[in-house]
């Protein structure tokens, strides 16, 4: 069964703090990416990645890191993390010519 | 840059009416059209998509009429449901680029 799986799915860092936010999708999809999901901004894409090694910038990327390590494993890294940051995040993959599937999101809550 | 707009903004409408929910577009190299419902604390579902060769297409009680001239398209949900209640998303892109946007959404409510 399709699946993208993310880690943690709560939580709560303080400004200035590190976090990392893991994904892991098992369909052996090309593409995986990060949103972050605001009310009254619907989805917005911060990274994506056609495949291990590979990093392309969104359109909210600012304050934001990713890594893509292997095919199944993609990470969003906030190095200095910031109130404004706080929102809930999904992961997504995509193979070629589908629509993406999506994880169940992870909420981060900057204080 | 607002590539993608989705209107209106919120709908309630009555169980067994027909909700119309419409996008509208920028970029003329987007040629597939994804409509995604999301659930509260849930992650958004594919639920009915066309590509731009269409100009319709029907899955059920939902239907997504097509207009590439204008650049618009609309999701119908027929005979809605209270199930139906949720927020419902337009992510057009361009299959070689691989890059989604998703609109702002509307949140349907259906009132029993």
């Known amino acids: 069964e399709a699946a993208v799986t993310q880690s943690p799915r709560n939580k709560v860092t303080v400004t200035g703090g590190n976090v990392t936010l893991s994904c892991r999708q098992t369909n052996s999809h090309n593409y995986m990416y990060w949103y972050r999901q605001d009310t009254g901004h619907g989805l917005r894409l911060i990274h994506y990645?056609?495949?291990?090694?590979?990093?392309q910038i969104g359109d909210v990327p600012d304050g934001y890191k990713a890594t893509r390590t292997t095919q199944e494993d993609f990470f969003l890294l906030l190095e200095l993390a910031s109130p404004s940051q706080t929102s809930l995040y999904f992961c997504?993959?995509?193979?070629?010519?589908?629509?993406?599937?999506f994880g169940e999101g992870t909420r981060l809550s900057v204080l | 840059q607002q590539q993608v707009r989705q209107s209106p903004q919120s709908l309630t409408v009555w169980e067994g009416e027909t909700a119309i929910l419409n996008c509208s577009y920028e970029?003329?190299?987007?040629?597939?059209f994804p409509w995604y419902q999301q659930f509260p604390g849930e992650g958004p579902a594919l639920l009915i998509s066309?590509?731009?060769?269409?100009d319709k297409k029907e899955d059920g009680r939902f239907t997504i009429f097509f207009n590439k001239r204008e650049k618009k398209l609309s999701l119908h949900i027929t005979d809605s449901q209270p199930g139906d209640s949720a927020t419902y998303f337009c992510?057009?892109?361009?299959?070689?680029?691989?890059?989604?946007?998703f609109g702002a959404g509307t949140r349907l409510k259906v009132i029993a």
């Open positions: 992510a057009p892109f361009n299959t070689g680029n691989y890059k989604y946007v």
């Open positions: 997504a993959s995509s193979g070629t010519n589908q629509a993406p599937l």
């Open positions: 990645s056609y495949g291990a090694g590979n990093l």
């Open positions: 066309i590509s731009s060769v269409s």
């Open positions: 970029d003329s190299t987007f040629n597939y």
